[in-house]
């Protein structure tokens, strides 16, 4: 009983997630690829849908942006990924089963920059922040399954 | 260029930041250091107790300096600029997972000598030829493997053939349970066995 109320607690998360996904709409992923240089946190939050779904990225490396140190984002594979006309329905129908605990050491780095929030991300980019709710709430999602799933299964 | 991160420099950054002693830690947190680390060191003989260790998101080339890490369990050194397995003997009798996604991987000679090895992540690095998972065929407790975007990977799912590269690496690891994060359901695992010609399906 405590995994299943675990397991529920984890279920407003992703009803967010969810709702942040749809807000979306293609409109602003079309408008998004036409910018040469999105802002720099677009790029970051991108790079951590890249790594949930094993998509190519660079080798990290650093940059200065305003005063602060965060790892430079892999955009021109993300705007390969943006490409696809089901990009949106492939992330609301992403296998979060499949999630495993290196993915999740992966986005830790771009979790820990002090301006990797929902709200910080929607002055710069509008709707497309909530990417930035959906990552957070798939590592959510694994961290709490990992530990009620085998508490189910027994 | 700045200079790189040390594993002591980063080391001692953590027993600051979480108020932990890092030789008793069990958890060692060195992943996403600015500037990267770029070597590990004999720093590293100093974590006794250390079952994880996260080095992922530097700039490493090498693996090396395991020894004296005699609890080592999860080995965690995705994204990094690592181009073989090498260097893993100190740490063989203990080592149960190994993290590899995002190098330059593309032979696994080295993987044989870690035969406690349970987990093995391998996505996006460069293996193309089935010759490199037979080396895993020794590995008898090897029951989780990841090879999406690798150039093996890549090509089956180019040419729609994915059913197919999943029957034939379970015909060649029949120990897997899951592949790809996916696990390997009955059918595969018959169909492996049937490719195998032991006949028996099922059996």
Redesign the interface.
Known sequence: DDAERDLAAAKPALDDALAALNQIRPADITSLKALKSPPDIVKRIFDCVLLLRYWPISPVSWQDVKGAMVIAGSFDVAVKMMGDMNFLTALLNFPKEQINDETVELLQPYFNAPDFNYDSARKASGNVAGLSNWAAAMCRYHEVAKVVEPKIAT | MAKATTIKDAVKKLEEARGINSAEAEKI?L??Q???IEKMDATLSTLKACKHL?L????IEKISSLAGMDSLRTL?L????IKKVENVEAVAGTLEEL?L??NSIEKLSGVEKLPNLRVL?L??NRIRDWGELDRLAGLEKLEDL?L??NPLYNDARDANTIPEYRVEAIRRLPQLKKL???PVDVDERDQAAQARGGGAAGG
């Open positions: 947190e992943y996403g600015c500037p990267p996260a992922s998101t530097n700039n965690s995705s994204r990094n600029l993290w996604s995002y992540y996505s996006n990841l999406v975007g790809d994060g996916i």
